[in-house]
């Protein structure tokens, strides 16, 4: 264990239980320890804040995982992680599915640490230190508490980079299955890619803006931007859409979604585009009655939130402009720097340029297996809005 003393005035982020305890407000540190070991937080003062691990080479030097003045072992961590799992199951605000997130970082007090479940198989991904040289303990714990017959690990190579760490993807435990993994969520069916497809496999993310894209469909002709493998168009299609236009720049995606959406291919008008989606909706001369537009996180840094505000509008305008009276969007802004106020500034600017006013009709964002802590607004990345033509 080693003590990282905090600067003068420097407490009040981890007073006010904020996990990171970030580079600048270090004092200094006592006693020597490995990357990912205990640390003790101190105030000026001397007193104990709390404990978390330490990370030397991050601008996050410490991640807390208890407050207080009793020091946690690693025990600590397989109780959360049985905590986490626990909170899932039976969860009544999941539903009916065999794919959750059984970990989510922070917003399980477990930063570092991310567990995406695919009917019996786990993805783990680890982007800290910490997590990192107790991947062992972490993977008994898991083992222990889901009873998944195979667990793999996906590296994160930014948060590799990041922390220091060489995480590779390798097999926890089990064997992994050479095809896709099938998965059911509601009456809806995917097969996930879990060592090559997008984040661990699939975006569980958007579970219940499927279910909603499920409920509105009946009949209407739908746009599916940026579409991935399809997981709103399955839904559209379970719903009784009328047609649906799939549009994906990844050639392996799109051959995901045609998948996917095989059951459909004899009874309903299916267009599948592998094409940029700013392009295919300024060229794009179809009217659709529901649209979802999901790009990617187009805003890493803050400092990219300009241009990324521009991309969203320019997406969202020429989406509008295809849009039939009465026409649902379904709008998402994935980047934490681009959040549901400026989501919004977005989306009115839109209106304004296309003269289409809007109605809001709900805020969407992340499903109840991907909690966010109060304590940290940094988790938040989801942002979303239902809107009406
Ligand atoms: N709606 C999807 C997730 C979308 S993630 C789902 O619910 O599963 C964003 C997707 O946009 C990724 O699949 C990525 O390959 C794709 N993408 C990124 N840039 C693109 C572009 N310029 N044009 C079309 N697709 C793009």
Known sequence: MLDVILKPER???????????????????????????????????????????????????????????????????AERIAAAVARRAGDPLLGDTDAVRLVNAEGDGLPGLVVDRYADLLVVRISTAGMHVRSKLVADALRRETGAAVAIERPDAAAARREGIAVQQGVLWGEPPAAPVEIRERE?????????????????????????????????????????????AVAAAHGGAASIALVESSAEALAAAEQHLAPWHDTLPLRFARDDAFRFVRQDDHGYDLLVVDPPPLARRASDVAQASRAYKDVLLHAL???????????????????????????????????????????LGAPADHPVALDHPEGHYLSGLLLRA
């Open 11 to 77: 407490d009040r982020s981890v007073r006010r239980r904020h996990p990171w305890v970030l580079s600048g407000a270090v004092e200094r540190v006592e006693g020597a320890s490995e990357p990912g070991a205990w640390a003790r937080v101190v105030a000026a003062g001397g007193e104990t804040l709390g404990f978390g691990h330490w990370s030397p080479v991050s601008q996050i030097r410490v991640r807390m995982l208890r407050l207080g003045e009793t020091a946690p072992g690693d025990d600590w961590i």
């Open 188 to 232: 809806r069916r995917y097969r996930v890619d879990v060592s090559a497809g997008q984040k661990t496999g699939f975006y569980l993310d958007q579970r219940d803006s499927r279910d909603l894209v499920q409920q509105l469909a009946r009949g209407r002709r739908v746009l599916d931007l940026f579409s991935y493998t399809g997981g709103f």
């Open 321 to 363: 402009r295809r849009a039939a009276p009465g026409a649902y969007l379904l709008a998402f802004s994935c980047s934490h720097h681009v959040g549901p106020e400026l989501f919004r500034k977005i989306a009115f600017g839109a209106s304004l340029d296309a003269g289409r006013p809007l109605q809001v009709l709900r805020a």
